[in-house]
């Protein structure tokens, strides 16, 4: 069985709720209808019955529960949760009655009042349209200050390198240039992805072109200084946490190198995840393990976030939103 077969076998165990925020996109109803075939999550689904079948008229729309912000009798409670979460950022009760009837909006006010159990969209909204009202209303987890993203890169193949056959790249998809603190933040939510998502035990590498010191860019950008804080800020968060660095690529996954450039580690050479320095190296990072190594990448998974909430690309096709869905179920647990 793969990863992903087993992601999706274990959200049926789950048997958690999901919202997908756009009845109106066809990939997005022809995947409710999916998942809610194949018992990965029971979905709501924001849009209406007129609107669904104009867009996927052969799919059958049965044991999907359809909600139009429009005339739901909810979306006044929902309005007046967002009204208390922003009236101190000058948020007026018209306003909020207005942005509650949002689809985005609406699907992270349910995930916030507790009536599902995790919102997916992005289909044909932004990145910044589909977070936006996350960070706004359900916020950070507890001791996170950060939202980040991850990949699971699944291998096609075990290598000597990658025994596990998976690993974890962040962030690659959301922090441009994140500090010291938001990279400690990465590093400690995404080796809780590692272990509850991919089911590895996470040994964490804070990457750099420096190992242990070897390379010095003070006078330049300065990241070789920012990682090093960021693995003593992480050390602090998650002491209990297998994590270590700064370090090169190679001195992360091979043994040979990893004994060599640093000694004393019990991470280096044994790496199974990996937080990056910044979004340039995390996104060229993955995408060289997806088109040069045939790694399949997950993904980007969101993590940081009080409940879960994911985010699709634009170009995603269903099974994309299929596998996004079992994710967010799974880290509904």
Do not use: W
Request: net charge neutral; charged share 25%.
């Amino acid at each position: 069985m793969s990863l992903l077969d087993e992601i999706k076998s274990k959200a049926k165990a789950n048997k958690k709720t999901i919202v997908l925020c756009e009845g109106e996109d066809r990939r997005v109803v022809e995947a409710a209808a999916r998942i809610t075939k194949e018992g990965i999550a029971k979905i709501v689904l924001i849009g209406n019955e007129e609107e669904c079948k104009k867009v996927a008229p052969e799919v059958d729309l049965k044991g999907i529960t359809l909600i139009d912000p429009l005339t739901s009798d909810k979306t006044a409670k929902y309005a007046r949760i967002l009204y208390e979460a922003r009236k101190a950022k000058g948020m007026s009760e018209e306003e909020a009655q207005t942005q509650a009837k949002d689809r985005t909006m609406f699907g992270a006010l349910m995930l916030k009042a507790g009536d599902v159990d995790g919102y997916v969209s992005g289909a044909c909204h932004s990145t910044a349209n589909t977070l936006r009202p996350g960070l706004q209303v359900v916020k950070t987890a507890p001791g996170i200050k950060t939202v980040s993203s991850c990949f699971i890169m699944i291998a096609p193949e075990k290598h000597k390198y990658n025994p596990d056959g998976v690993a974890v790249f962040a962030d690659c998809a959301i922090n441009i240039e994140p500090t010291a603190e938001q990279l400690a933040d990465i590093a400690v939510s995404s080796a809780k992805t590692a272990k509850s998502i991919a089911g590895i035990e996470p040994r964490v590498a804070m990457l750099s072109f420096s190992t242990k010191g070897s390379g010095n860019d003070d006078k330049f950008t300065q990241t070789v200084p920012r990682v090093k804080e960021a693995v003593a800020l992480a050390k602090e968060k998650a002491p209990e946490l297998a994590l270590d660095g700064e370090f090169q690529f190679d001195a992360a996954v091979a043994p040979e190198v990893g004994k060599l450039k640093a000694p004393d580690s019990k991470v280096a050479g044994n790496a199974n995840v990996f937080v990056f320095p910044n979004i340039n190296a995390g996104n060229i990072g993955y995408k060289i393990a997806q088109r040069f190594g045939g790694y399949m990448a997950i993904g980007p998974i969101c993590q940081g976030f009080a409940k879960p909430l994911n985010d699709l690309s634009r170009g995603c096709d269903v099974e994309d939103i299929v596998a996004t869905v079992a994710v967010t179920a799974l880290q509904a647990e």
